[in-house]
């Protein structure tokens, strides 16, 4: 694969590489803020949870200044090849990942919630699901950084651990609502949370498939339907 | 006519037989080689571009097909550009006669200076034996027309060909290769002095030329390569390096070479 940054023109490696930083920033910010459910979830602890809740709007700005700067490179330099896919990449993945930081505002203002209750269960199998969860958005960025598709397809593969995951919690979870109709506040909050986590590596297994896109230029999305075989 | 030639393998899908293609094609100056071996064909009504660096040899390579590099005198040629399956280097095959079925448009417009725009376009209708006035009158409207200019000078056709702005004196010229009835038409970076306006009036005019005719283009300008061609032939120090669907080159092409080349990691 060609060099990143051996451009003839260091203005536009430059801008490439702010394209990049910008992306790889958003990245830590929805990963810190992920991260943070883990903490507010497994130790109840709401006070991480409304700090990083207010941190979601550098997220969002982020969002837009990534937006910007793939116009503006797009109608500067009229990327080909290997930089035209890094520019789609970074123009879908940007709004993958401010979807994760939505997603993760949910589920910290959730979070809140339920803290403020007696616990319904032993707080074991979310902060699980959302460790696995965080691994694929991790696993989904570094293949980004490193331009792994290996390291990529090994998070596309991982998602189904998150499905079965969140499928098992969720299956528990109206059983404890069957026996008794007071938990069905809090089970639904946590059924809810769940499904956030699922939707996020969902986002995770996205943002995988764009970086195979760009690394081989293969198109592996909807499971080899309209797939262009590896490149 | 019944030939042995018989076109290269195809490393592109094409559907139509192509009626023209170079097979083992090298140029030298003097002792220097400018095209190394090339190989390939030219699907009729589609538009090939050859893109390259400056000195890559893509202006060369395109003057061997219809002859044009051997006027330049110490020049030499080796390989066989098979046209409507005859060798256009076979002895006997007159130069004038093959550069009559391959047009060719030049960098900068050469409309002929002494002669007004009616008889540029005529000129070359007058040298292959052509010279009733309505036959003339009907080629010459025909040709403007083709080139996308008729209706821009059909009032002025008495006035010198050099009085027309650049884009139009880049349409006139290839209304005069186009009088001739060429089956192909070669453009040697035929945009390379007009503005975007212009240029993009002769991408429209060719555009529409390749349903007649087969067209090759020689451009440095990649934006343009990507735009206006169905095929993409990618020169570096006179070897093709991949030649492939235009589409496939900009986005994903083989080989490495042609990645660095396309975005802009050396030129």
Request: glycine letters at 8%.
């Amino acid at each position: 694969m060609s060099d990143p940054d051996g451009h003839l023109s260091r203005q536009y490696n430059k801008e490439l590489t702010t394209l990049k930083d910008l992306l790889l920033e958003m990245g830590g910010g929805v990963q810190e803020a992920l991260a943070g459910t883990i903490k507010a979830l497994g130790e109840r602890d709401s006070e991480i949870a409304e700090k990083l809740i207010i941190q979601d709007a550098k997220i969002d700005e982020l969002e837009k200044r990534v937006d910007g700067l793939c116009v503006q490179i797009l109608a500067t330099r009229q990327p080909t090849a290997v930089d035209l896919r890094f520019l789609t990449l970074g123009l879908k993945i940007t709004t993958d990942l401010e979807r994760i930081g939505d997603l993760t505002v949910n589920i910290l203002r959730m979070a809140v919630e339920v803290n403020r209750l007696p616990l319904l269960k032993k707080m074991e199998d979310l902060p699980r699901l959302a460790e696995a969860t965080l691994k694929a958005v991790k696993g989904a960025l570094d293949s980004f950084v490193e331009r792994d598709a290996e390291k990529a397809l090994d998070v596309c593969v991982g998602d189904n651990e998150v499905d079965e995951l969140a499928r098992d919690l969720e299956k528990e979870l109206e059983e404890y609502m069957r026996y008794d109709a007071a938990n069905i506040y809090r089970a639904l909050r946590l059924i809810l949370i769940a499904r956030s986590l699922e939707r996020i590596a969902d986002h995770a297994t996205n943002i995988a498939e764009q970086v195979v896109f760009m690394v081989r230029g293969s198109d592996i999305r909807h499971h080899g339907e309209g797939s262009r075989g590896p490149g | 006519m019944e030939t042995a030639h018989t076109p290269p393998q195809e490393t592109v899908a094409i559907a139509d037989k192509p009626v023209l293609w170079v097979e083992a094609v090298s140029a030298w100056y003097g002792k220097a080689l400018a095209v190394d071996d090339v190989t390939l064909s030219f699907p009729p009504r589609r538009i090939t571009a050859i893109i390259g660096p400056s000195g890559c040899g893509k202006s060369t390579f395109i003057r061997t097909i219809n002859r044009m590099h051997e006027i330049i005198p110490g020049t030499r040629v080796a390989g066989k550009v098979i046209l409507d399956g005859q060798n256009v280097y076979d002895a006997g095959v007159s130069p004038v006669a093959v550069r009559r079925r391959i047009g060719m448009v030049f960098q900068k417009p050469n409309p002929f200076p002494t002669m007004s725009v009616y008889e540029n376009v005529a000129s070359g209708w007058r040298l292959t034996g052509g010279k009733r006035k309505s036959e003339l009158d009907e080629i010459v409207e025909t040709s403007l027309r083709q080139a996308a200019l008729w209706d821009e000078v059909k009032d002025k056709l008495r006035e010198p060909g050099t009085s027309l702005s650049g884009g139009q004196q880049q349409r006139l010229c290839i209304a005069r290769a186009l009088a001739v009835k060429p089956k192909v038409l070669l453009l040697d970076e035929p945009c390379s002095a007009l503005d975007p306006t212009a240029t993009a009036k002769i991408e429209e005019t060719v555009g529409v030329l390749k349903h007649e005719l087969t067209i090759v283009i020689v451009t440095h300008n990649m934006q343009q390569a990507a735009r206006a061609s169905d095929l993409t032939g990618f020169l570096l120090t006179g070897r093709l390096i991949e030649y492939g669907e235009t589409k496939k080159i900009f986005t994903l092409p083989k080989e490495k070479l042609t990645e660095d080349y396309i975005t802009g990691r050396f030129g």
